[in-house]
């Protein structure tokens, strides 16, 4: 056992962000996000929220103070769905940077998802839930 470790955060979720370097991606994928078939290591985090994920990742998690931190999966356009997590997202990010998240395009998103470190996927139901962080340096 460890002190101070999130214990929704897996052994194996904590290896990878360990073994991340400067600039490295992670992304935390909705249920409905195709993270098997785009992801290069897929860690499950089935029954959990990307809020309360995102919560104990950035705990442990520094993000780059030199490019956008933190990107989210913009709406496709004319998509009426709501998407209050993203402002519970934003008071998540608040304390760990002064950036606000940047909008990306959905296939835009899947394609920068293709080359991010690692995806963690979650059983998160909201629409357009899914988020990447750049990691930063200690």
């Given at each position: 056992m460890l002190k101070g470790i999130p214990s929704i955060i897996s052994p194996e979720l904590l290896k990878i962000m360990a073994q991340m370097g400067h600039g490295d991606e992670i992304v935390i994928g909705d249920g409905n996000f195709p993270g098997e078939s785009i992801?290069?290591?897929?860690?499950?985090?089935?029954?959990?929220?990307?809020?309360?994920?995102?919560?104990?990742?950035?705990?442990?998690?520094?993000?780059?103070?030199?490019?956008?931190?933190?990107?989210?999966?913009?709406?496709?356009?004319?998509?009426?769905?709501?998407?209050?997590?993203?402002d519970e997202y934003r008071k998540i990010i608040k304390p760990y940077t002064d950036e606000e998240p940047e909008f990306i395009e959905r296939f835009a998103f899947y394609e920068r998802a293709k080359n991010a470190y690692a995806v963690v996927m979650t059983g998160e139901k909201a629409l357009y839930a899914n988020v990447i962080l750049k990691k930063g340096v200690v």
């Open positions: 992801g290069k290591r897929v860690v499950r985090c089935d029954g959990h929220g990307v809020a309360e994920l995102l919560s104990a990742i950035l705990t442990l998690f520094p993000l780059d103070v030199y490019e956008k931190p933190v990107y989210l999966m913009e709406k496709v356009l004319g998509d009426a769905v709501k998407t209050p997590i993203w």
